[in-house]
């Protein structure tokens, strides 16, 4: 894995990118919290800087790797396939996470009978097989979702289309597995036991994680919050920094 520091705040922060991204799409939030935070962001196996890395991009592997390569008691923060990832290291011994902040994100991606609020596997599959045949376009297209609905869309749009091959094209084949992760992850009855405060950030507008499925994820946890940007979509992190940032710091605060 690759992973980029910035900011000299006092508060280390892990930031973990979602599927078919890389560390650097953070760059207009790492911006923002430059002088709350040091930051840590993560280039998951198989994309950005670690494209060649052979770790599994498996949440376990990944976050037994990152024991000796980040701060323990960081906050972690993770955007929508990071959160699985985020919520595993919630439960590291090693790792020791202080806080959890996620980011349009769920610990079920996938519809379930007694779980509504989440994509119908359907059409979930129906876009893994497009990946199968074209995963530049299907990627492209993924990019239109994230931004779909944002007050800011079309900028959020070409900063998204800017930085999504800035350091070369994800691997086919560990893009495969993010998406059979994020079919079959179901980190609900890990919730209620983990004692980290938690802000579940969701974006009103979001269209690929429904706001819907992380209130019901905060209600879960014991310590949780939930905080909805009005104007967002799935990405809000880009053009609704300076909010996502408050909300960091807000949830630094609880921690401390």
Do not use: K
């Amino acid at each position: 894995m690759s992973i980029a520091t910035s900011g000299q705040g006092p508060t280390p922060l892990v930031l973990i990118h979602g599927w078919a991204m890389h560390g650097g799409i953070f760059a207009p939030l790492l911006d923002a919290l430059a002088d709350d935070f040091t930051a840590y962001a993560v280039d998951l196996p198989g994309h950005g800087h670690a494209r060649d890395s052979t770790l599994p991009l498996q949440p376990d592997a990944v976050c037994t790797a990152l024991r000796a390569r980040v701060p323990a008691g960081a906050i972690w923060l993770g955007w929508s396939l990071g959160g699985l990832f985020a919520l595993t290291a919630a439960r590291d011994a090693v790792l020791a996470p202080r806080a959890l902040a996620l980011l349009s994100s769920t610990p079920r991606f996938v519809q379930a009978p007694d779980w509504p609020q989440a994509m119908p596997l359907a059409e979930f599959d129906a876009f893994a097989q497009a990946l199968a045949a074209d995963y530049r376009a299907t990627v492209n297209r993924f990019l239109t979702l994230e931004v779909l609905g944002d007050a800011g869309a079309q900028a959020d749009l070409r900063s998204l289309r800017q930085s999504v091959f800035a350091r070369g094209e994800p691997d086919p084949a560990h893009l495969r597995a993010g998406l059979d992760l994020l079919a079959r992850s179901d980190l609900r009855g890990a919730l209620p036991a983990l004692p980290q405060p938690a802000l579940w950030l969701a974006g009103r507008r979001d269209r690929l994680v429904p706001p819907g499925a992380q209130r019901a994820a905060a209600a879960l946890m014991p310590h949780a919050t939930f905080v909805e940007l009005a104007h967002a979509a799935h990405a809000g992190f880009i053009g609704h920094a300076g909010e996502v940032a408050a909300a960091l710091r807000a949830l630094a605060e609880r921690a401390a």
